[in-house]
């Protein structure tokens, strides 16, 4: 668990919010170092998240400018935000007390593609995908290179593997990434929370401009594996996006667990596990 933030921090958090904090809990969850608080005083709260090593100060930095172009009814309120050299400062409305996925039902995920459609429909500029994700090529080409990582998982035999990789890798080829929609490129149940009404996303350092299709094709996995319809229930007739996202998790989930986020790897594998069998079935793969 994360201590109280050094008092350097503490001050710079309450310049941003207005207002001192008297209280400050440590957000348990997260699969980055970054500390999460949500500070408190009297009827006044906050989530406070702030950078703790070089990648998470990245990646908060380009947190704080999505935050700062893009508001809507689907995520926080933008409270502060104040980047530093080695500590950035993020302050937004704290969703404590919304509901937090799973469970799911039919209901709660209409909410969710109400307001994804949102997000896609937002007159914003952000950087393109390629900047935000780098060349999309670390998913069943990289398998194909190194299979060993992805055939320790045993959610396949090798056979199987090496008769459906060229399919996998030229479907993947073929997979559109860059758009002129906004997209999140982060979905996954931590991230999504249900208020009152409707849907709001956090952790948005992945947005960028791409293809509303694959933004939504990357939270079906993980919204099957907790008991939510197959991905190709929602995004049916998909062989292309199937394919590229069951190659980023192939190429990412048996890989060494990451110091810093250690538990990166195990949520790959649950993704992993509902996308394989999502691209067998669109691309007519036969049984793993």
Not at 25 to 52: D, L, N
Not at 69 to 83: C, K, Q, S, V
């Amino acid at each position: 668990m994360t201590p109280e933030p050094s008092p350097s921090v503490a001050a710079r958090a309450a310049r941003l919010l207005g207002w001192t904090p008297t209280a400050w809990r440590p957000v348990v969850g997260g699969y980055t170092a970054a500390a999460r608080y949500v500070a408190s005083s009297g009827s006044e709260r906050a989530f406070v998240k702030v950078a703790t090593t070089p990648l998470t100060a990245t990646q908060l930095r380009a947190e704080g400018v999505v935050y700062q172009r893009l508001t809507g009814a689907f995520m926080p309120g933008l409270i502060g935000w104040e980047d530093d050299e080695v500590e950035p400062i993020l302050a937004i409305e704290d969703l404590s007390d919304a509901r937090w996925p799973p469970p799911w039902d039919r209901p709660a995920v209409d909410r969710v593609l109400e307001q994804l459609e949102k997000v896609h429909a937002s007159p914003v500029t952000l950087r393109a995908f390629s900047e935000a994700h780098g060349p999309a090529s670390e998913g069943w080409a990289a398998v194909a290179a190194t299979p060993e990582p992805f055939l320790s998982l045993g959610l396949t035999s090798r056979e199987w593997l090496f008769q459906a990789l060229p399919r996998l890798i030229e479907a993947e080829a073929n997979c559109p990434t860059e758009g002129s929609s906004v997209t999140h490129f982060d979905l996954r149940s931590d991230n999504i929370c249900l208020p009152g009404s409707g849907a709001k996303f956090i952790d948005w350092a992945a947005a960028s401009l791409g293809d509303p299709d694959l933004d939504l094709g990357f939270w079906l996995p993980s919204l099957c594996f907790e008991g939510g319809p197959p991905p190709d229930e929602l995004l049916p007739d998909a062989p292309q996006i199937a394919a590229f996202v069951s190659g980023y998790f192939a190429a990412h989930a048996g890989l060494p667990i990451i110091p810093n986020a250690p538990f990166v790897r195990r949520v790959q594998q649950e993704q992993l596990s509902t996308a394989l069998p999502w691209v067998a079935r669109a691309l007519k793969l036969g049984d793993l």
